[in-house]
């Protein structure tokens, strides 16, 4: 089932980010055994990033956004499919700040802080020492990238529905730094969605499914 743009859903969703979040509870729902173990051993030295889950509606009107692919490189997020974002910065006055910036700067879309909707859970991710805020915003049009070429090997539009379809959820076996892991994930045009960026989406759903 089509998940479709209206004003009201956005106003919806807006109304559920300012309310307590599922964090957890969702999140786990795809994660990784070393995300499990690594959750309350979180170090003080760890940074701080931002992501931008940008929504836009299609031309058929469905709620749909962009993810990246990673260029492949000799480095733990090698390739993978992820949100655009990015480390924290001196000149960043807060998270939001972080995540419109890095979105500019690797695949060239400017979005306002009037666009953002809210923020989802931290996350930390145990692989780079990092807790990432995904933010949450809506522009009423599809955006037009301009991917640096250094930083993202491609972007990716995808469909809310997509996400939602069971057919579309699994558990995968993956190759990482010379392991063989079998994680949950979800399918989407031929790549393997996992990790971080799966459970930021699977709480975003979570958010989704009770505001639909």
């Known amino acids: 089932m089509a998940i479709l743009y209206s004003d009201e859903l956005v106003t919806r969703v807006r109304n559920r980010l300012r309310q ?4 957890w ?17 979180i170090p003080s030295s760890a940074q701080r990033a931002g992501v931008l889950l ?13 993810l990246i692919q990673r260029p492949t490189y000799n ?7 992820a949100f655009p974002g990015g480390k924290i910065e001196p000149d960043d006055q807060n998270i939001e700040d972080t995540a419109l910036r890095e979105t500019q700067e690797e695949i060239g879309v400017g979005v ?5 909707l809210g923020r ?30 250094y930083e993202v090997a491609g972007t990716l539009d995808v469909s809310a529905s997509d996400f939602l379809d069971q057919a579309n959820q699994s ?9 063989t892991l079998e994680v949950p994930a ?27």
């Not at 307590?20 to 964090?23: A, I, K, R, V, Y």
């Not at 306002?112 to 953002?116: E, H, R």
């Not at 859970?121 to 949450?136: A, G, H, N, R």
């Not at 979800?186 to 505001?211: D, K, N, R």
């Open 120 to 149: 989802l859970s931290d996350l930390y991710i145990p692989v780079s020492q990092i807790v990432v805020t995904p933010v949450v915003a809506f522009v009423k049009e599809k955006p037009v990238y301009t991917p640096d070429s």
């Open 54 to 66: 940008l929504l836009y509606p299609d031309k058929q009107q469905q709620l749909c956004f962009p």
């Open 186 to 212: 979800y399918l989407i045009q031929g790549h393997i969605i996992w990790g971080a960026t799966a459970m930021m989406l699977a709480e975003f759903f979570s958010v989704l499914e009770e505001v639909k």
């Open 75 to 81: 480095g733990a997020h090698s390739g993978q499919i």
């Open 171 to 179: 558990r995968k076996k993956i190759k990482v730094r010379n392991m």
């Open 25 to 41: 509870s969702a999140q786990s729902l795809m994660a990784t055994e070393t995300h499990r173990q690594a959750r309350m051993k």
């Open 20 to 23: 307590p979040l599922p964090g």
């Open 112 to 116: 306002t802080p009037s666009q953002i």
